[in-house]
Each structure stands twice: as C-alpha cells, then as structure tokens.
T-cell receptor, first 114, second 111 residues
Framework: GAGVSQSPSNKVTEKGKDVELRCDPI?????LYWYRQSLGQGLEFLIY????????KSGLPSDRFSAERTGGSVSTLTIQRTQQEDSAVYLC????????????FGPGTRLTVL | SQQGEEDPQALSIQEGENATMNCSYK?????LQWYRQNSGRGLVHLIL?????REKHSGRLRVTLDTSKKSSSLLITASRAADTASYFC???????????FGTGTRLQVFP
C-alpha cells in the first residue's frame, strides 16, 4: 500500500511569510510524528499526535510553530513569520501503536527561507 | 537536548569489511531503534531492540544493547557500497511522548 506522503517536497519562501506543510500518513495509522532535521544534523522531535490530539507540544521550537490533525489522518505543520533558521527538512512519520512501534517516514519537505 | 550520541560521526570502509556504529543515551528507555537515511531525506527502519533484550539479528545486521552502560551498537557485516548512508539510533524514554534520535553516523563504503 501507499506509504507516508508529504507535500510540497520543496518549498522556498521569503523571510516573514507563513508556510504550511502537509503530511498524509499510512491509512490506519493512529500515531503521527513531526521532526525537523537541519543540514547535517540529527532529527529534532517536534510533536506527536495520537488520533487528533497532541499530548506533548513542548518540542515545537517557538509559538510561530503549530500543528493540527483532523479526522485522525492528514496533519499540517504551520510556521508563521518564517525565519532563516527555520530552513531545514521537515519529516513526518506514522505508525499504529505509538512510540514502542516502528515509525514509517515520509520523504520530507525541504524548506528554504531566504 | 538530544538523548543519543553516536560515534563515530563518520566512517569510511571498503566493501566486504564490517562496520560498527555506537550509540549512547542518557535516560532509561523502553526500546531502542536503528534507522537508515539516504541523501538527507526519509528514514527507513532497520531494527528495534527492547530494553529486556541484549542482542538481535536481522540479515547482515547485528544490534546489541547494554542498559547498564546505556549504550547500543549496530554492526553491519560484509558491507556493500549500497550500505552507504547515515545511520541513527532512536530511543523512547520512560514517561515521555518523544522519540529522541542520536546525532548519526555517516557511513561510506567504497567499492
């Protein structure tokens, strides 16, 4: 079946603009995760959804970052008033059973803030 | 701050040699996972080892876990050029909703 998909694959924006990144998890996966990976670095955990709720939002870097999930499926990560330090690859993953289970990753969205 | 630290940061070997990567972490965990990443994009799950397990095998991969030392190792035997990638460990600490990734090891296998 289809894997995790993310859109857009690449996004170039100007500093100060808002961007919205989308993640379509694997059908039936109740858990969804967002990560950020800066160039040459490891993954930084941002937020985790179980169904439509996010038990822990403390990984979001600032109040310019928000995420939502509707219908237990698609999730969007919104970055308001983008800054150059927001430039990174944003990765989404999903699985059935949460943190004790294998995560299936999407290809990521490469965000460049000029 | 990141939970895991991996060493070496980079490793270059010839095809046919074995590659060993190490991961250390800070807090008690439920399980530890290893992932592979090609070209800075999506990660692929390799293997999961639970906190009550000490060793696990999958094909050419061998993972060990020492909870007393809070460390794990990933061994790739008889490496191939196609194994060239970055390898990350990830842990889920008790009482958190986070999966924390290590800093990664960049493996280069020369044909």
């Amino acid at each position: 079946g289809a894997g995790v998909s993310q859109s857009p694959s690449n996004k170039v924006t100007e500093k100060g603009k808002d961007v919205e990144l989308r993640c379509d998890p694997i059908s039936g996966h109740t858990a969804l995760y967002w990560y950020r990976q800066s160039l040459g670095q490891g993954l930084e955990f941002l937020i985790y959804f179980q169904g439509n709720s996010a038990p822990d939002k403390s990984g979001l870097p600032s109040d310019r970052f928000s995420a939502e999930r509707t219908g237990g499926s698609v999730s969007t990560l919104t970055i308001q008033r983008t800054q150059q330090e927001d430039s990174a690859v944003y990765l989404c993953a999903s699985n059935r059973f949460g943190l004790t289970d294998t995560q299936y990753f999407g290809p990521g969205t490469r965000l460049t803030v000029l | 701050s990141q939970q895991g630290e991996e060493d070496p940061q980079a490793l270059s070997i010839q095809e046919g040699e074995n590659a060993t990567m190490n991961c250390s972490y800070k807090t008690s965990i439920n399980n530890l996972q290893w992932y592979r990443q090609n070209s800075g994009r999506g990660l692929v799950h390799l293997i999961l080892i639970r906190s009550n397990e000490r060793e696990k095998h999958s094909g050419r991969l061998r993972v060990t876990l020492d909870t007393s030392k809070k460390s794990s190792s990933l061994l790739i035997t008889a490496s191939r050029a196609a194994d060239t990638a970055s390898y990350f460990c990830a842990t889920d600490a008790f009482n958190t909703d986070k999966l924390i990734f290590g800093t990664g090891t960049r493996l280069q296998v020369f044909p």
